[in-house]
């Protein structure tokens, strides 16, 4: 967990330029939070959906992690339920089935309020690797 | 066209803070463009889930507003292909279908090779206001 | 209920077709039945992903329909998570979100041992007119 | 082809039963066939929303085991865009992508007059199995 928490940190670059932590981790399941500050949002001032989607996503790499092999994503659908309007986003990533390669997660998001904001439907492909640290979490497969 | 890429250069801070660019727009058409820099990649040094989705959902925010109303995304499936390695990003969005109310679009991601690394399916809900300089491009739903 | 139950019996020739029956709907809820008989298996002899996905899109048509108005299915993503080998098969449709005129449903579908074989995430529309005897349930959207 | 049509007419109980031919295979793509039948609609006389999806998933499953390996469908996002009112349905599977285990396909649903009533997008994940004369084109995935 806190190695977990480490590796995103320091080298999830991504995360760390949109201030995303990871605040638990276990089998099959993670949780992130992220500020909503004024660089996570929109024209009209609510969460940005990319800002929504980003903080998912990291729940679910680190989710779909958590089992011991290099997991990337394969496909993602997310349904934009209500507006951010207040901070913390917190997303919840929950495995709902894994088999051997393939792995299928749902995603709660949250905002500050508590409110659903948006749900995801996720689908996570196991390479034959296992994870250094968490490496790859959540990266888009590449030559499987 | 010069009237959206100011708007969301100037207003929508998160496309802001990630250096999106919307470099073309049509009716039903938009494409997007995002450097890759450190801070759009993941821990393994690849484009992150997360800045992919950001960029697609930029193009099709401006793609559904070019429609006149305001549009705001219900859903977003999104297929990741290859792994990003070299930028800049380009996002096209295109409509293939409008209703008066609903309509769907499918958003195709290039890296800087001209590589597809991934696509969606997206549906886009439009609300019965004016788009007021395009203010709600991409806006996750608020009560309808 | 009873409504219901008769609607789809009588009227809903794709379902008769397919031995679909509802057993239960509330509001924002229902549940279908279907058996599975040679002719709902694939040329492997397991549950057809077909098959799996129509009594799914049953659920789902009562229980967005439950809420009184005239509501269309606009997308749905389904996930197969493991081979549907007896049944009967049972699909429930739960409300996530409802807004004024898109809803969000969750479906899960489980075999006859109770194994959950399939998860769905589906936007339904919905539109400006009473439901007549619950018509269009599930209808893929008309012009709206 | 003539090997893949006989297939699907011989042994796809579910594809028999609704009517279902493959009119065209090759590396990649596929198309089906269906007619529009009382047996094929739903509540108000529109093409139901499963048999529509029963066709594109037939039309995909060739393709994606025209690749020689068996696949399963793990994933498919359907957007619903207009009723289909006359037939016959027609269904084209085209790959996107295709990496070692994991392909992504488009499907397109016309009705007979040529309108676009659905589009798919569809993740298939290949067995290291060969394709037994197709036997489980378009399974559902099993233990992979």
Known sequence: MEHVRRFIAERDMFARHLGIEITEAARGYARAVMPLDAH?????????????????????????????????NLNTSISFLAPGKCGPLTAEAREISAARRVATY???ITDGEGTLIAICQATAYSKNQPVPGLASAGTPRSAD
């Open 40 to 72: 996570h949002r929109n024209g009209v001032g609510m969460a940005h959906g990319g800002a929504i989607f980003a903080v998912a996503d990291l729940a679910f790499a680190v989710a779909c992690n958590t089992r011991g092999r290099v997991s990337v």
């Open 106 to 108: 749902e995603i709660r």
